[in-house]
Antibody, heavy 119, light 107 residues
C-alpha cells in the first residue's frame, strides 16, 4: 500500500534551518510528481512546493520562494524540503503528498511533521 | 492567484441529513477542482477529483458537481464518521490554492 512518511520536523529558532524528508513506499516513486503542503496550527491548508517526477520542473509558493528548496532522490524513494531563513509564520505541520502525472489532485498524503519556529 | 471561497465555514448536522458545501473560484478553473476530507488529528484524504470524479474506496454518499467557478460537494445521508473539515483545491493554475475549509459537526 502507498505510504508516505515525513520526518525532520522540530523546534528551530527564527533564522534557522531545517531539512524535511519524506520516505515513499508501495508505489513507483519515480512515476509521480510530489508536493509539500503545510497547515499552521488550527488553520487551513497551504501549498508550498511541487517537483516533477524527474526533478526537472519545480515550483514554489511566493511565501517560501528563495528560502525553501525542494528536491528528490528517485533512487532512495525520497522527497526533501530544505528550509532556510525560517520565520515564525513557517510554523506548521508539513505534509508531503503524491500527485499522479498529468493530474492535479493530491491522491495520497503523509501523516505530517511539525515544524515550530520560535525563540 | 485563484482564490477559492468555501461556504459555509461551519455546519452542525443531524445524522442522515444531506450536507451541501460550496466552493467558488475567483476565475474559471474548468473542472480542475478537488475535494479533501480531514478528520481531527489526521492528514487530508482525497474524496473527489476533477469536480465530479469519484475515488476508489470513498463511500458513494460523497459526490461532487460543478464547473467553471461554482462547485459543490454533497454528502448524502450524513454519518457520524463524516465529522471533519472539508477543503476544496484548484490545480488549474499556479499557485495551487485551497479553500478556507468547512467544518462539519454532528449534532
Amino acid at each position: 500500500q502507498v505510504q508516505l512518511v515525513e520526518s525532520g520536523g522540530g523546534l528551530v529558532k527564527p533564522g534557522g534551518s531545517l531539512r524535511l524528508s519524506c520516505a515513499a513506499s508501495g508505489f513507483t516513486f519515480s512515476d509521480y510528481y510530489m508536493s509539500w503542503i503545510r497547515q499552521a496550527p488550527g488553520k487551513g491548508l497551504e501549498w508550498v512546493s511541487y517537483i516533477s517526477s524527474s526533478g526537472s520542473t519545480i515550483y514554489y509558493a511566493d511565501s517560501v520562494k528563495g528560502r525553501f528548496t525542494i528536491s528528490r532522490d528517485n533512487a532512495k524513494n525520497s522527497l526533501y524540503l530544505q528550509m532556510n531563513s525560517l520565520r515564525a509564520e513557517d510554523t506548521a505541520v508539513y505534509y508531503c503528498a503524491r500527485v499522479p502525472i498529468y493530474s492535479g489532485q493530491f491522491d495520497y498524503w503523509g501523516q505530517g511533521t511539525l515544524v515550530t519556529v520560535s525563540s | 492567484e485563484i482564490v477559492l471561497t468555501q461556504s459555509p465555514d461551519f455546519q452542525s448536522v443531524t445524522p442522515k441529513e444531506k450536507v451541501t458545501i460550496t466552493c467558488r473560484a475567483s476565475q474559471s478553473i474548468g473542472s480542475s477542482l478537488h475535494w479533501y476530507q480531514q478528520k481531527p488529528d489526521q492528514s487530508p484524504k482525497l474524496l473527489i477529483k476533477y469536480a465530479s470524479q469519484s475515488i476508489s474506496g470513498v463511500p458513494s454518499r460523497f459526490s461532487g458537481s460543478g464547473s467553471g467557478t461554482d462547485f459543490t460537494l454533497t454528502i448524502n445521508s450524513l454519518e457520524a464518521e463524516d465529522a471533519a473539515a472539508y477543503y476544496c483545491h484548484q490545480s488549474s493554475s499556479l499557485p495551487l490554492t485551497f479553500g478556507g475549509g468547512t467544518k462539519v459537526e454532528i449534532k
